[in-house]
């Protein structure tokens, strides 16, 4: 059997573009933009579910969220764990982090690397402008302080 292909980025660079330069969480829309499960996945199921591109409800995306770490009374506005979810309770405070594409596990590796690779240096520089001039950590005192609670 051929290798299963992901999403060649270069067919759709335009409306990756856009979908991550627009405030709202990109997840589910990244997800769309991908193959889908692999037909190789390891789910002991009799149905044929490769191609499949639903949200599979993992809450990933949810958890590594940082505005909702910043604002947890927006998280529990509800229990669903899926992108819908997501996009209900972020909406157009989304950051544009991205960092929801990363852990979907229904978003291609293609896409990713795109992000990792081509996206991630502007991301850090408006999260860094966000945040002000913060100095360099020191992480020799943190993980002291870590080790060594007082
Ligand atoms: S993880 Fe980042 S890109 Fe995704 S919804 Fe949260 S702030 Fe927006
Ligand atoms: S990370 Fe999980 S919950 Fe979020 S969109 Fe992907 S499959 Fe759905």
Do not use: W
């Not at 992108?83 to 309770?89: F, G, I, P, R």
């Not at 990363?102 to 502007?122: A, F, H, S």
């Amino acid at each position: 059997m051929p290798l299963y292909r992901q999403r060649d980025v270069a067919e759709i660079e335009a409306i990756l573009n856009e979908i991550l330069n627009t405030a709202s969480p990109p997840v589910g829309r990244c997800r769309l933009l991908s193959s889908g499960i692999n037909p190789a996945h390891a789910l002991d199921i009799a149905e044929d579910i490769s191609g499949h591109q639903e949200c599979l409800g993992c809450g990933n995306c949810i958890d590594i969220c940082p505005f909702l770490f910043r604002e947890p009374s927006r998280r529990e506005k509800t229990e669903q764990r899926s992108s819908m979810a997501l996009e209900s309770v972020v909406g157009e405070d989304c950051d544009r982090c991205a960092a929801c594409v990363l852990v979907c596990p229904q978003v291609d590796t293609t896409i990713k690397n795109y992000i990792v690779n081509r996206r991630m240096v502007e991301v850090m520089s408006r999260l860094e402008q966000r945040i002000g001039d913060e100095s360099e950590p020191d992480l020799d005192l943190f993980l002291e302080e870590a080790i060594n609670p007082a």
